[in-house]
């Protein structure tokens, strides 16, 4: 675990969703076509694109740019199941239901600690601690990059819920990573194989080890819009770990 905890590694300095620059991925994602732009900086600022759309879709209630953000997202990973969703009192309730009702029995708590240290007893699942070993070693990591989670732009109620280990806040933390991936890659600055080292261990350690389960839970017990933003993610870390060459 101790190369990403590295010192000597650069550290971020943009927080996408706090001031963001994209805010069309139809628009944005042409930045792959863009000639001018080197392969590596094509594929990180795509990259930065998709987490922040993933994790934007998490932190604020439904709206008609959001959605068309999140319907182009699933087109490009070949998923069909956003294409008839629209944004109505029924997205919205769910939206409530999904991040505040934690009394519902089909509530899922979506953060890396509760997740991974859920166990099932008696046919009951238990969640795990909101904290532990895992969410105090993401803060060590957004400390060491200089990125601040509480200063992400959303619903207040969502941004003062939210936990370094939240799946909306990794998101975003990845989307600040591979942002800035993007912009020392244009310049073929040698920092942006750190910065994507950073994305390939963060994966590796942190989000790739329990988005599938969150996923997993979240159809078992809700089955809606959110259950689906999660198999989402889920499909997009897959295709990450393909192209960082993260191991299992």
């Known amino acids: 675990m101790e190369p990403i905890l590295d010192e000597k590694l650069p550290r971020a300095d943009a927080h996408p969703l706090r001031k963001p ?27 930065a694109v998709i987490y922040e759309t993933l994790a934007e879709v998490l932190l604020n209630p439904p709206n008609d740019r959001i959605l068309s953000d999140v319907k182009h997202v699933a087109a490009l990973l070949d998923v069909s199941e956003f294409d ?12 409530y239901d999904c991040m505040f009702v934690a009394s519902s029995s089909s509530f899922v708590p979506l953060s890396e600690s509760r997740i991974r240290s859920t166990t099932i007893v008696g046919g ?21 990059m200089g990125f601040d989670y509480t200063l992400l732009s959303g619903y207040l109620l ?12 990794e998101l975003a933390f990845l989307a600040a990573i591979a942002q800035a991936e993007a912009k020392a890659a244009a310049y073929a600055d040698a920092s942006a194989l750190y910065y994507r080292s950073w994305r390939a261990l963060f994966i590796e350690h ?20 959110f259950a689906r933003i999660c198999s ?11 192209t960082l060459k993260v191991s299992r």
């Open 21 to 47: 620059e994209l805010t069309q991925v139809n628009a944005t994602l042409e930045v792959m076509f863009d000639t001018e732009l080197n392969s590596v900086a094509q594929e990180a600022k795509a990259a």
């Open 206 to 225: 942190h989000l790739g080890c329990w988005i599938d389960q969150a996923a997993a839970v979240m159809h078992e017990k809700r089955n809606d819009f």
């Open 124 to 144: 009951v699942r238990y969640f795990g601690p909101p904290e532990d070993i895992n969410s105090d070693h993401v803060l060590k990591c957004y400390r060491v």
């Open 84 to 95: 008839h969703d629209v944004v109505d009192e029924v997205l919205m309730q769910q939206f």
């Open 232 to 242: 989402l993610a889920a499909a997009w870390v897959a295709l990450e770990r393909t």
């Open 158 to 169: 969502v941004i003062q819920a939210l936990r370094p280990d939240s799946l909306a806040s």
